[in-house]
């Protein structure tokens, strides 16, 4: 089993509707849980963070965590076609210095 | 603030060579990280360091290599390159506290091509 595990892709999806990226994890010790934006070519962009169960909102964006279920999502609202890219789940055991583990990420298109 | 800067950009090696990469953090940030980034394995975690000391290693082979100097640059080292060397590294600044609110900003990366 993979330590972070990401809906398999590729997610297309019409201009305006919601993108919903999941992921999953395996060590419990995970404390830290980050959305990173690749575009093709590029480097990761953070786009957030999340550390506590329940959601965080941030512009179009909303992440949710769930522990208890080891479960980590995000939500796009208004899906705009500059929002294709390759998104990364990143998470993190404060006990592990600098290390971020990621999931092999999902495509994701916004067609017009 | 200026972001993560590495250089070089772009390289290209044959089998055997060695090479060397340089990072610089954010300003005022004192940990980096290097990943190596593959279309085969994704993003995998080589090291990290904090104030010229290696805190954390991933499982790679011991060609790998790194080191951290005063002013927080960091460089990494590949010695007797192999074909599968070849991929993305990405290096990652952060403030470097132990706290999961340390959050890494990723440079433009070093495309390495081994032939």
């Known amino acids: 089993q993979k330590e972070v595990e990401q809906n398999s892709g590729p997610l297309s999806v019409p201009e305006g509707a919601i993108a919903s990226l999941n992921c999953t994890y395996s060590?419990?010790?995970?404390?830290?849980f980050f959305w990173y934006r690749q575009y093709s070519g590029k480097s990761p962009e953070l786009i957030m963070s999340?550390?506590?169960?329940g959601d965080k909102e941030d512009g179009r964006f909303t992440a949710q965590l769930n522990k208890a279920s080891q479960y980590v999502s995000l939500l796009i609202r208004d899906s705009q076609p500059s929002d294709s890219a390759t998104y990364l789940c990143?998470?993190?055991?404060?006990?592990?210095?600098?290390?971020?583990?990621f999931g092999q990420g999902t495509i994701l298109t916004v067609h017009p | 603030k200026a972001g993560v800067t590495q250089t070089p950009r772009y390289l290209i090696k044959t089998r055997g060579q060695q090479v060397t990469l340089s990072c610089s953090p954010i300003?005022?940030?004192?940990?980096v990280s290097w990943y190596q980034q593959t279309p085969g394995q994704g993003l995998q975690f080589l090291f990290e360091?904090?104030?010229?000391?290696?805190?954390n290693k991933g499982n790679f082979p011991g060609r790998f290599s790194g080191r951290q100097f005063s002013n927080s640059r960091s460089e990494m080292n590949v010695s007797t390159l192999e074909l599968g060397d070849s991929a993305l590294y990405l290096c990652?600044?952060?403030?470097?506290?132990?706290?999961?609110?340390?959050?890494?900003?990723f440079g433009p990366g070093t495309r390495l091509t081994v032939l």
């Open positions: 990652a600044s952060s403030l470097g506290g132990r706290v999961g609110t340390d959050t890494q900003y």
């Open positions: 060590d419990r010790g995970s404390q830290s």
């Open positions: 999340i550390y506590s169960n």
């Open positions: 990143a998470v993190k055991r404060d006990t592990s210095y600098g290390k971020l583990t």
């Open positions: 300003s005022g940030h004192r940990s």
């Open positions: 360091y904090f104030s010229e000391t290696q805190r």
